[in-house]
């Protein structure tokens, strides 16, 4: 899959990284060159120009990418790399940075953003979520890390797609916590049945996330 990360601050370079392990595709795009300095983005390409500017993302071929993330520390900058994403080159998914609580009201679907956070670790997971398609993702632990809030989306090859709920021999310390369907927020029964592309939310033992990746994904 392929990402491009406009920012390439401590929180872009995290992110960059933590994907390139998972072996996807990635650019990241920042005006300062200092920051582009080599060593600092091995493996991973880099763009010194303003992602601000239509010209920087047709160069960056945003119209090819399936994830763009907008993780500069200029809350103004991440509103316009969103909204050109969407608007301009019909970019699937958004992920933006929030550095300001008073300005996560303007981060919605209308400029462009799918997903707004306002942390850099639960910015890592959403955009984990963004590329992860058909694999068990960790949002955050509780507590003190007996138990995970994860996440999975069912792909086409997900053996549990078609399968009602209340058939599925779920793990032990698993709840199924909530169904997002589309725009919709499903609280799940034992009668519902799991659709394509369908994003499950449980939690769930550490221990048992292995268990429910297999059971889930089929791997």
């Keep these: 899959m392929r990402v491009v990360i406009a920012g390439a601050g401590k929180v872009g370079r995290s ?22 300095r080599p060593g600092s983005f091995d493996g991973i390409s880099v763009l010194n120009a303003d992602a601000c500017e239509l010209t920087s993302l047709e160069e960056a071929e945003l119209g090819q990418c399936q994830v763009v993330v907008a993780a500069t520390g200029d809350d103004k900058v991440n509103l316009v790399v969103s ?7 019909g970019v699937p998914r958004v992920v933006a940075s929030v550095n300001h609580p008073k300005n996560e009201w303007m981060f919605g679907e209308s400029l462009g953003v799918d997903v707004a956070v306002s942390t850099p670790r639960m910015l890592s997971a959403l955009v984990e979520e963004a590329v992860s398609v058909g694999d068990l993702v960790r949002l955050f632990s509780f507590g003190q890390g007996d138990a995970d809030l994860v996440e999975i989306t069912l792909a ?9 709920v209340g058939d599925l021999a779920w793990p032990t310390d698993t709840v ?15 009668d519902d049945s799991l659709e394509l592309g ?20 089929g791997h």
Excluded: W
């Excluded at 992110?15 to 920051?35: C, K």
């Excluded at 199924?176 to 034992?190: W, Y």
């Design 15 to 36: 992110i960059a990284r933590e994907l390139r392990e998972f072996g996807h595709e990635i650019l990241v795009i920042d005006r300062d060159p200092t920051v582009l």
């Design 176 to 190: 199924l916590a909530a169904i997002v369907r589309g725009k919709r927020v499903l609280s799940p029964s034992a």
């Design 198 to 217: 369908d994003e499950l939310f449980f939690v769930a033992a550490p221990s048992q996330e292995a268990q429910l990746q297999r059971l889930i994904a």
């Design 83 to 89: 909204l050109l994403a969407k608007t301009e080159f």
């Design 156 to 164: 086409a090859e997900s053996p549990a797609v078609g399968s009602r």
